[in-house]
């Protein structure tokens, strides 16, 4: 059995979509769900799906080590960033090597790095005139959005495309993708 955490900030559409996947799956489950947001829609998600979630601040994170040590107690093998905003301190990223990935909605490396996120990221595509956008999934390392890419997923951006039409296009593609992508990767940890 490969246990799961997922991190997110928001309104966790994707862990939601990720955890009904693995609802299926019997060598893989979700074993911890943990925010930075005590208001991020993700809370209501996890109780809804009966996974067990964690609100942590900055310092549980890197200085007092308390998110190293919830993902040592619930034997996490495998982390997923699904909307998650915060950079990742060194010293998790040395102590899961491979085994964090991230999803960024847009065609990396452009229109990554710290401050993008979610509508700001739909809103530069479309004001820059780009003909495409689509969904990345990537290894994370110690700076945004620049880890090995393992995913991407694209389509053309059509006349009179707003940034929010891009937005759902973009989550229906990682909604499809993400937990597919993840399955494959945790089956070769
Ligand atoms: C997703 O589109 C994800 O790609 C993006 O946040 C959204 C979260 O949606 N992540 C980033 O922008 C990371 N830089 P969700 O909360 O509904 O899953």
Redesign the pocket.
């Known amino acids: 059995m490969k246990r799961i955490a997922i991190f ?1 900030s ?6 939601q979509r990720i955890a009904e996947y693995f609802n299926e799956i019997s060598e893989i489950e979700i074993g911890l769900v943990l925010t930075n947001n005590s208001k991020a829609g ?1 809370l209501k998600r996890a109780e809804r799906l009966g996974l067990k979630s964690v609100v942590f601040n900055r310092n549980d994170f890197a200085e007092n080590a308390k998110v190293d040590i919830l993902l040592q107690d619930h034997e996490i093998d495998f982390v997923v960033l ?2 998650f905003l915060w950079l990742i301190p060194e010293f998790l990223i040395n102590k899961y090597p491979n085994k964090i990935v ?4 847009a065609l990396l490396p452009k229109y990554g790095g710290k401050g ?3 509508m700001r ?1 739909h809103e530069t595509v479309i004001a820059n005139g780009e003909k495409q956008s689509g ?1 990345s999934i990537h290894y994370v390392n110690n700076k945004y ?1 620049e880890g090995q890419i393992i995913f991407q997923a694209n389509f053309d951006i059509e006349k009179g495309e707003t940034a929010e039409s891009l937005a759902a296009k ?2 229906e593609l ?1 909604h499809e993708h993400f937990p597919k992508v993840l399955e494959r990767v945790i089956n070769t940890i």
């Open positions: 997110a928001g309104n966790g559409s994707n862990a993700v699904a909307g991230n999803i960024h909605p993008m996120y979610g990221v969904i959005d973009i989550h990682e």
